[in-house]
């Protein structure tokens, strides 16, 4: 499931806030692995 929600915000359809609290801190390393920034830090 975390996979999942990595891949919905990668391509920008949720936010880390959207995910269930319970899932973020896998979500989140999953997003790191991958070198995932937000779009407004990619400016």
Known sequence: MA???ARLIM???KTIEQVPEK???EVQAIL???GWK???DNV
């Open 23 to 25: 899932l973020r801190d």
């Open 3 to 5: 996979e999942a929600y």
């Open 32 to 34: 790191d692995a991958h």
């Open 38 to 40: 937000p779009a407004e």
């Open 11 to 13: 391509a920008g359809r």
